[in-house]
C-alpha cells in the first residue's frame, strides 16, 4: 500500500453490536487500516452492557490496525447515543450501563413528560420529548430502582464520553450527544438546571460541553494506551451526528441508517421542536441540528425473523398480504414501548419467504412515517435517500426502501460512515476545516444511486391500518414482560 499524502487520523464506531476503528489519509480520505471487535448486549427485560467491554473492544480494533494506529496525529470517538454509563470515584463503572434500546424507563420517561409541564414544554426546552431511550428516564429509573448505585455515582457519562475520558482523563462530551441525554436546553445549548434538579443529578457530575472544533484534550502519558501520547482528541458525538459529518450532509439531503436501531435524519437550519414526540430534535456535531426519528427494531429484528424461519436474510419472495409489525424489543417509533412482534393475514398459501419481506415492510414502515417529519418543509421530495448501516449492504433492505419510498435511494461506497465521520472530525482538528467539508473532499457520500419506482401504496395503508386497528394490543404488552 502507498505511503500516505497527509497525516493520519483515527475514527472510531462504537456501536450497540461493535467497534469499528479505522486509520484514514487526512489528505485524501483514503482508509489506511481498519479493525472491528464485537461486544454483548444483555438479553432479558433489559439492554445493557459493561463499558469497560468497550474499551477492550477498541484497544482490539485498534491493534487489528497495526502501527497506523500509532502514528495518528488526531483521533475521534463516535458512540452510541443515550446510554447511561455511571462512574464511581475511581471511574469505574458503577453497574453496567443502561443502553438506548432499554425500554423498562418508560413509566419514568410519562412521568418525567407529565411532571414538568407535558410534551410541549419538553419539545421546547430539550427540542424532544423523552421516550425511554433518553438518558435523563434511564436516571429516574435507577434512582427509583437501585438508590445505592445513584448514590456511589461520582460520574456521569454518555458511551462515547466514556472512551474519550479513557484517552485523555478529562471528562468531556460534545452538543450532538449531550443533546440526546433529555438534560441538555436546545434554546440556550447548555445543561438545563431545572430539569437536572427534577431528577436529582448534580450538574457537577456531567462532562464539560466541548464546542465543535475544539480540542477535547491529548492522549495521556500511559504505557497501556493505543496511541502515543500527546495525539490530538476531538470531541466526538453520538453516532447519527457522527455519520452526517461522515455524509458531508448539507440540508435536504435524507438519511435512512439501518443498524440495530433504525434512524431517519437530516441536517436542519432550525431548531427542531416536535411536540408529537416523534421526531427527537437533536444538535448536530457542528453547530446547526439534526431532526431524527428512530426505530428499536430494524437489523437485528428482521435477522431474527429469518432465523425463526429457516431463511437466508435475502430469501424474501414477493406478494406478501401479511403484515408483520417486527416491535420484538418493545417500539419507539411509533412509541409503543410495552409492544411485542405481531403478525396478521396469515394464509394457508402464505409463503415463509413472504412473511420474511413482511418483516422487512413492517420496519421499514415505521422509518417511512417519519421520514416527511425530519426533513425541512422546503427539501426537495425527489432527493436520493441515503441508506447507510449494516443493512445498506443487503438487497431485500434496499429494494424494500425504495418500494416503500418510491426515492431514489442512494447506497454509498464507503461502508463505516460512522467511523468516517469521527475521523473527518478528527482531520478538521488538524487542518481547521469543517468536518463535513473534509468528508466532502474525501467523497465519502459517493455510491450507486437505485431509479425511483412507484410507491407502493396498497402495503403501505395495510400496514397503517393494522397498526391503527392493533393500538390496544400494542399498548398493553404481553403478559409478563
Ligand atoms: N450484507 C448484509 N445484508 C444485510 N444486513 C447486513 C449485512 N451485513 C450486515 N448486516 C446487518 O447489519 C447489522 C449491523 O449493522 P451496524 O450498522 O454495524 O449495527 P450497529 O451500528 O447497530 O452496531 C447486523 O445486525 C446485520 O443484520
Ligand atoms: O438511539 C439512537 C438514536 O436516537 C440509536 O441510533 C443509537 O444511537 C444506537 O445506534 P446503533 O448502534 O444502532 O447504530
Redesign the pocket.
Known amino acids: 500500500m502507498s505511503a500516505a499524502e497527509g497525516p493520519l487520523v483515527v475514527g472510531v464506531d462504537s ?4 467497534t469499528k476503528a479505522l486509520v484514514v489519509d487526512a489528505a485524501t480520505g483514503r482508509v489506511v487500516a481498519s479493525g472491528q471487535a464485537p461486544h454483548s448486549v444483555s438479553s432479558g427485560a433489559g439492554r445493557e452492557s459493561d463499558p469497560r467491554q468497550w474499551w477492550d473492544a477498541l484497544c482490539e480494533a485498534l491493534s487489528q490496525c497495526g502501527d497506523a494506529a500509532h502514528e495518528a496525529a488526531a483521533v475521534s470517538v463516535g458512540g452510541q447515543q443515550h446510554g447511561l454509563v455511571t462512574l464511581d470515584d475511581r471511574g469505574e463503572p458503577v453497574r453496567p450501563a443502561l443502553l438506548w434500546n432499554d425500554v423498562r424507563s418508560a413509566p419514568q420517561a410519562r412521568r418525567l413528560t407529565e411532571e414538568l409541564g407535558g410534551a410541549k414544554f419538553w419539545a421546547e426546552r430539550t427540542g424532544s420529548v423523552p421516550a425511554a431511550s433518553f438518558t435523563v428516564t434511564k436516571w429516574a429509573w435507577l434512582a427509583e430502582h437501585e438508590p445505592e448505585a445513584v448514590s456511589a455515582t461520582k460520574a456521569v457519562r454518555l458511551p462515547h464520553d466514556y472512551l474519550t475520558e479513557r484517552l485523555t482523563g478529562q471528562g468531556t462530551t460534545d452538543r450532538g450527544d449531550a443533546s440526546g441525554t433529555g438534560w441538555w436546553a436546545s434554546g440556550t445549548q447548555a445543561y438545563d438546571e431545572e430539569i437536572l434538579a427534577h431528577v436529582g443529578l448534580d450538574p457537577a457530575l456531567l462532562p464539560r460541553v466541548v464546542r465543535p472544533g475544539e480540542v477535547a484534550g491529548t492522549v495521556r502519558d500511559s504505557h497501556d494506551l493505543p496511541f502515543s501520547k500527546g495525539t490530538l482528541v476531538a470531541p466526538g458525538t453520538g ?1 447519527n451526528a457522527a455519520a452526517a459529518l461522515g455524509l458531508g450532509l448539507r440540508p435536504g439531503m435524507p438519511v435512512m441508517s439501518l ?3 433504525g434512524t431517519v435524519y437530516a441536517v436542519s437550519r432550525r431548531r427542531p421542536a416536535d411536540p408529537s414526540g416523534t421526531v427527537a430534535g437533536f444538535a448536530d456535531a457542528r453547530g446547526d441540528w439534526l431532526p431524527l426519528a428512530c426505530t428499536l427494531n430494524c ?2 429484528a428482521v ?1 431474527r425473523v429469518a432465523t425463526l424461519l429457516g431463511l437466508d ?1 435475502e430469501a424474501v419472495e414477493p406478494g406478501t398480504a401479511v403484515t408483520l409489525l417486527p416491535y420484538l424489543d418493545g417500539e419507539r417509533t411509533p412509541n409503543l414501548p410495552n409492544a411485542s412482534g405481531l403478525l396478521h393475514g396469515l394464509r394457508h398459501d402464505t409463503t415463509a419467504g413472504q412473511l420474511l419481506q413482511a418483516a422487512y415492510d413492517g420496519a421499514v414502515h415505521s422509518l417511512l412515517g417519519a421520514l416527511d417529519l425530519v426533513l425541512d418543509e422546503d427539501a426537495d421530495p425527489s432527493a436520493p435517500l441515503l441508506l447507510i ?3 445498506a ?2 438487497t431485500a ?1 434496499q429494494e424494500t426502501v425504495r418500494r416503500l419510498s418510491g426515492r431514489p435511494v442512494q447506497v454509498p461506497e464507503a461502508k463505516e460512515l460512522v467511523a468516517l465521520g469521527a475521523a473527518a472530525q478528527a482531520a478538521g482538528l488538524l487542518t481547521g476545516e469543517d468536518p463535513a467539508a473534509v468528508a466532502r473532499r474525501w467523497d465519502t457520500a459517493a455510491g450507486p444511486v437505485l431509479d425511483a419506482v412507484e410507491r407502493d401504496e396498497e402495503t403501505l395503508t395495510r400496514i397503517a391500518g393494522v397498526l391503527s386497528d392493533a393500538a390496544p394490543l400494542l399498548e398493553r404488552g404481553t403478559a409478563g414482560s
Open positions: 456501536s450497540t453490536q461493535s453516532d443498524g440495530t436501531s437489523t437485528l435477522d436474510r448501516g449494516g443493512g449492504r443487503g433492505w
